[in-house]
């Protein structure tokens, strides 16, 4: 067994189980106080805590013991759940034989997830000797068939599948087809493979792992030199695939293909169709090689606009010369002269851009183009470096041209650049002209927002409230939310309760859920960002509030069908892709499975009774991040904000999954656990096998190299990056990070946070600049996707807060 590598198990559980609760729900009634006048002291010795202990034998009896070991097991203690399995089993008769085939089948599941395959198979092999009749037999022969593949048995992994398939035939069919036709590759048997696979491609599933499994058959029948069915399995994917891009590479997987077999014909007719239709795509660029290459004659036109879209900037300006050498100029279209003229700005030729954007502008008054060309022009000089005539051309477009689409553009262009070379007097003048002349324009918004925010620094808030309140007037949504919050503090500012009282509920209204609206409520009630509640609540009555539930429901939807609401509708237990999901969950096959439940998700978007139903079916699944998005459809389809949903409703959409081991590294490190929930659902939507493009991975999205650092600082024995994988290290290691960007920034929350996603540098750096008010903080920061990170945590806080605080 590999070194432990584990948290202290939360003692309020152990307590818990004991006392024999039912651990299928969430704990009992657990209130903390909350210690807000708490001081930081100096950064404890960084290491990992005790590993967890299993209670003896005598004192926990096989019930409870058997939740405790479930419980393990869905946090991510695979090793603890595995050692309590087997001390009930290790009890023998005693144990309820109820109890004894559920913790045979834990034990299997869990040695399975931890990679001790041996045992898996030795616990699965008892299980199915033990319990032939158990409901979950036939899921314990896929199991056990995954533990042979571990194992490379290849031969007894086909005899558990094909046992499967005689048990439970027609539930994920192409999943255990695809596994077979693995096993099959593997033992040298190429035909039974080939024979496998495409009996899964051709079995249901949903189309993106559709896709991506017909690709894999094609790649083992060009490796068994079938290439003629290897292009079959191109040919059903380009049959569905609606994606240009991807089209477009499996279109060249073809085309080669037929290439390679000697069929030049076919073969450059299909990369003539690639150059054709997919202009944008790479494989354009290499079809268009090919086929010169092959002698075909291509219009040059094309070739220019494949090679600009490429980034070949010289051959697209020698392919749109060659055209225009030989077309009148009344065959030459408005776009070749706007493309040359952004080829010949890349390569760094600013007067031969400005003269191919100055044709556009002659001769094609009329065309589209020719607004894009008087622009083109403006960022030719800026890109050149000539501020001054950037602005002087993006006026004259507004002053000659105030009638064209990219008027309003030209105008905040000007502005902008005024502003940013030190010009907030011109700049303001021409975010106002904007917003007189063109004031339901995304630019006219945006100009008002840049000005009022000079204004503010530079000490004009009485300008700035105006320009605030002349936003509010036209903007939506978020937008409208940050214009009345800055309305309210600058009325705040001069004394003005009353305006300032009407502007911060005006915000909450325009955005209920947003960072906007809950910074506002915030500052109305004199509170601090991120205040922790006085105290903590996490159990409800949810049989009375799941009936409230079901009433609004009724209410809000008209709805008419009698009894409960919250049961699978008959449509949706008869969803093909709800069963697979369902029943890939249930073999531990989470990856697939989300993706099943996912396509049933969208399907039903609109649908509130039916995404109510996913939700709570997910969430007793175990199924995290499905059942809030089911449940944030819900609310979505009803058009409330989440806090004017009933409760039961607002906490799918922002639960509390992982409670115990949340609340207790919180205690550990002295973090609001409801900073860490949110912080939590904003990375992952508490899915533990979450992975992001660079690299993060787990609950809380720690990137590799930040990883490797904690795990050096907790002493982490034997880490590897897949160990965030587990509920458990994830939270802990997030929590590790996020407690250290609090001390560095003396418990300020909102600095805390843009240090976790940017860095501390860049944080350090904003704090200096802000002076330490938060508002000022989040204005201060350069990186949107931070500000956005750190507004979404803050909205998501205020909404846990409400939901789970008390006091």
Known sequence: MKAVKQLLFPTLLIVVLLAGCNLNEQPSVIYVTATPDATVGPTATPTIPPTPTIPPTPTVVPEVALRLADRYLVNGYYENAVATYQTILAQGESVPAATGAAATFGLGRSALREGLFSDAVNALTNFISQYPQDARIAQAYFLRGDAYLGLSEWAAALADFEQYFALRPGMIDSYVHERMGDAHLALGQTQPALAAYALAADDGRSLVPQLALREKVAQVYLQ??????????????????RNAPYRASIEMNAARLVLDGGNQQNGLARLQAIFENYPGTPQAYQAMQTLVENGVVLDDYAKGRVSYLYGDYQGAIDAFNAYTTSHILAEVPAELHLLLGRAYREIGSTAAAITAFQTVIDQFPTDPAFG????????????????????????????????????????????????????????????????????????????????????????????????????AVTATGDDQAAAYLWVGRLAQQRGDTSTASQAFQQAVSAAPDS????????????????????????????????????????????????????????????????????????????????????????????????????????????????SILAGANVIRAAGVGTLDAPAFIARLRYPVYYLDVVLDTAQRRNIDPLLLFSLIRHESLFDTYATAAAGEKGLTQVIPGTAEYIAQQLQWPDYQHSDLFRPYAGIEFGAFYLEEQLRRFDENVIAALAGYNAGPGRAASWLNLSGGDPDAFMTAITISSTRTYVERIYGFHNIYRALYGAG
Not at 377 to 406: E, K, P, W
Not at 446 to 469: C, H, I, K
Not at 553 to 573: H, Y
């Open 224 to 241: 068994a030199g079938q290439s003629d069915r290897a292009l079959e399995q191109y040919d059903a994917i380009l049959a569905v695939a």
């Open 372 to 471: 894009e060309a008087l622009l083109e022009q403006g960022r030719t000089r800026f890109l050149s470096g000539d501020i001054d005539g950037a602005i002087t051309q993006y006026l004259r477009i507004a002053d000659t041209y105030g009638d064209v689409a990219q008027a309003a553009e030209a105008l905040w262009r000007a502005g902008y650049l005024y502003g940013t070379n030190d010009k907030p007097g011109e700049s303001r003048q021409i975010f106002e002209r904007l917003a007189d002349r063109y004031p339901e324009t995304d630019q006219a918004r945006s100009g008002l927002f840049l000005a009022a925010s000079a204004a503010v620094n530079l000490g004009d808030t009485a300008g700035a409230e105006r320009l605030y309140s002349r936003l």
């Open 515 to 626: 960072y906007f609206a809950a910074r506002a409520l915030d500052i109305q009630q004199g509170r601090a960002p991120f205040t922790r509640p006085a105290q903590y609540q996490f159990e409800f009555d949810e049989t009375a509030q799941l009936a409230e539930a079901e009433n609004w429901l009724r209410q809000k939807f008209a709805v008419e069908q009698e009894g409960s609401l919250w049961q699978l509708s008959p449509t949706l237990q008869s969803d093909a892709r709800l069963i697979r999901g369902n029943e890939l969950w249930a073999v531990g096959a989470n990856a697939e499975a989300e993706v099943e439940f996912g396509d049933v998700i969208e399907a039903h978007a609109s649908n509130a009774v039916t995404s109510f139903q996913l939700a709570v079916f997910l969430r007793g699944l175990g199924a995290y991040q499905p």
